[in-house]
């Protein structure tokens, strides 16, 4: 489908006309000099602390920067006194363990009066002992408890065969770059060189020597039981394994992760994986002055954001998606400008057309088209940035970007799913029942379909609108239906939670035209106003993943959870209802010197587990919204 032409304004409300100015300018006002954007992107606290474990580990401690990490870290504290997940939320032992722990490491003492605090609400969530798989792993490099607290994971797991019930390429790209430098770093069983020899003994609730059920959660399940017996076997003939058999392992996954270390931009682009992999070159011998090190040293100082009084450690960073979005933002408002189009150049560098990455182990002949998440990740582009970018491209630019857009396509439609769905990095990345394994606590460990992220592809190809895609739609649009709640709505993977999956699927669907599901929108229409909030605002906490009767509930009205649901409603043809006005005068109230404040996190990097906070969020969509409604209104007074 083609673009609509922006004509002048028709509507007389000069109030939003104002407001969509200087949230225009705003944003135009945080371009980087090449065209592109890229906000901060944060996440809760247990990335920080982690790097601060890993100065110590390396034994490489920036005294001033742990003093900022620190310091941020205190700030973030619960009341309570352990931390939670997001803004608000509970607090979460294993993200209080860390947090902790590097406290102690960067100083803290423990007779301190918020350490005392953090000790008890650790203590009063089950002790170190009953943390994640990830924090164990970590406290066992450190030695504060014994290796058989965490899975077996040997690096002869890079031998197995394809078919084998295991294999790297059967979880997800994450999952995988995080693993690969881990199977080293516990084959080895890493010891951190801790130059100060802190340990955190007081947070268990009795010798850790001693306790036995250190992975009792994962025996909740049949699988979980067969995969703990599988463990225990894997111990037991460890000992019987040969030195040569164990050296071509080790060697096979250290070419496997230094072939992806992907230099200062890191492997894989996200911090799990490059902190892996940064310990796991020094475990094997890399200098410091090795390229490799070097390299991957700066890829991890990259990701800080220092600040006069304090700093944090982003996981990744996100420009690629925040260039599509601003741009999907400003088209809304006017016709193709200068900085759009500058910034379409910038993203048009990015394209990955060649088929080196990862995803092409399952589709092989299948030419490369996508774009990653980061400035430069080759291996990794992913569905749901690819959809976006090619989308907003196709939404500004000429005939010169068409082959671009034809390789985005093919690429895409190669990447769908048996059910007709779309996963973020993979296809059919659906093998559910290695989330029973113990090294999977998080439950994180595949990419399967989601609705938001075919919803993404939808609505680029629905935009595109090539005859040869339309098999595919009609079967990603199938997908789509199956997905919709009871209540009309649909479960965000990729941001919280319904409000951002019901908003994603319904401009989608509005691209369909004629052909739109009807029923289906004006269900999910019904429920977006049925959980807007009194102020005329919606807000939804990430409780909503753990309970989903919270759904589109729990939390205060926030820019992004208004913007999301104001944009899905008038896809929905809902436009001149009074919830929309009631939203659209929310933002503009709430908007300051052209964007808005919001604190809360909104999106998860793993449901339950994991959390974010798009700093891009509170500028781009509510002025893709307000952009929105003027454009609704322009054509109706036409």
């Known amino acids: 489908m083609s673009e609509q032409p922006l004509g002048m304004p028709l509507t007389t409300d000069a109030p939003l006309d104002a407001a969509i100015e200087q949230a225009r300018a705003a944003l135009l006002g945080r371009r980087h000099a090449d065209g592109h954007w890229c906000f901060e992107f944060e996440a809760d606290c247990t990335i920080p602390a982690e790097y601060i474990l890993m100065m110590h580990f390396m034994d490489e401690i920036d005294g001033a920067l742990q003093a900022k990490l620190a310091r941020y870290l205190r700030e973030r504290q619960n009341a309570d006194g352990g931390w939670p997940l997001y803004w608000g939320g509970q607090t979460d032992v294993s993200c209080a363990v860390k947090a902790y722990y590097a406290l102690k490491l960067a100083g803290d003492d423990p007779a301190a009066p918020h350490m005392r605090r953090a000790r008890q609400a650790i203590l009063e969530c089950g002790g170190a002992e009953r943390s994640n798989v990830f924090t164990r792993i970590t406290l066992a490099y450190f030695g504060q408890l014994p290796w058989r607290a965490v899975p077996f994971i040997p690096a002869e797991i890079m031998l197995l065969p394809r078919w084998f019930f295991f294999h790297i390429y059967k979880v997800s790209s994450w999952a995988r770059t995080v693993m690969v430098p881990l199977f080293v770093l516990c084959t080895l069983k890493a010891r951190a060189a801790n130059p100060s020899g802190i340990g955190i003994r007081e947070l268990f609730h009795g010798d850790p020597q001693q306790i036995k059920d250190y992975m009792r959660a994962s025996g909740a399940t049949l699988w979980g039981r067969i995969f703990l017996l599988l463990d225990s076997l894997g111990r037991g003939i460890e000992p019987l394994i040969p030195a040569a058999l164990r050296r071509r392992a080790i060697r ?12 200062e931009d890191g492997i894989n682009g996200i911090f799990p994986a490059m902190v892996n992999a940064y310990q796991a070159l020094a475990l094997l011998g890399y200098a410091p002055d090795h390229p490799y090190r070097r390299q991957a040293g700066a890829a991890l100082r990259r990701l800080v954001i220092e600040r006069p009084e304090d700093a944090y450690c982003q996981p990744c960073v996100s420009p690629t998606w925040d260039t599509a979005l601003a741009i999907h933002a400003l088209r809304e408002s006017e016709p193709p400008s200068p900085e759009m189009h500058s910034a379409v150049d910038w993203l048009m ?75 973020a990095y993979d296809a059919d990345n659906t093998h559910h029942y290695l989330n029973e394994i113990p090294f999977a606590d998080h439950k994180a460990l595949l990419d399967p379909p989601t609705a938001d992220v075919t919803a993404r592809v939808v609505a680029f190809l629905a935009h595109l609108d090539r005859p040869q895609d339309h098999p595919a739609l009609e079967r990603a649009v199938q997908f789509l239906l199956r997905e919709q709640e009871s209540n009309g709505a649909w479960f965000g993977r990729w941001g919280t939670n319904y409000v951002y999956g019901t908003w994603s699927v319904l401009v989608a669907l509005e691209l369909l035209g004629d052909a739109q599901p009807r029923e289906a929108t004006e269900r999910a229409a019904a429920w977006l106003m049925s959980v807007q909030q009194a102020d005329g605002g919606w807000g939804e906490t990430n409780d909503s993943y753990l309970d989903p009767a919270l759904a589109g509930r729990g939390q205060p009205s926030t820019a992004a959870h208004t913007a999301w649901a104001c944009l899905g409603l008038m896809a929905a043809g809902q436009g001149h209802n009074p919830a929309v006005r009631r939203g659209i005068s929310w933002l503009m109230e709430h908007q300051e010197d052209g964007c808005w404040r919001d604190p809360y996190f909104n999106a998860p990097g793993f449901p339950r587990v994991f959390y974010l906070i798009y700093h891009g969020y509170r500028c781009y969509f509510p002025l893709w919204a307000l952009a929105r409604y003027r454009r609704m209104m322009e054509t109706a007074g036409a």
């Open 349 to 423: 560098q990015r394209q990955i057309t060649e088929a080196a990455g990862d995803w092409q182990v399952n589709h092989r002949g299948v030419r490369g088209g996508g774009w990653a998440f980061q400035y430069h990740n080759d291996y990794y582009p992913d569905l749901d940035d690819t959809a976006a970018v090619a989308w907003a491209i196709a939404r500004v630019a000429g005939p010169r970007q068409r082959a671009a857009l034809e390789r985005a396509a093919d690429w895409l439609v190669a990447m769908q799913s048996k059910n007709g769905g779309f996963g």
């Open 252 to 263: 096979a996954a250290e070419q496997w992760f230094t072939a992806r270390l992907n230099g």
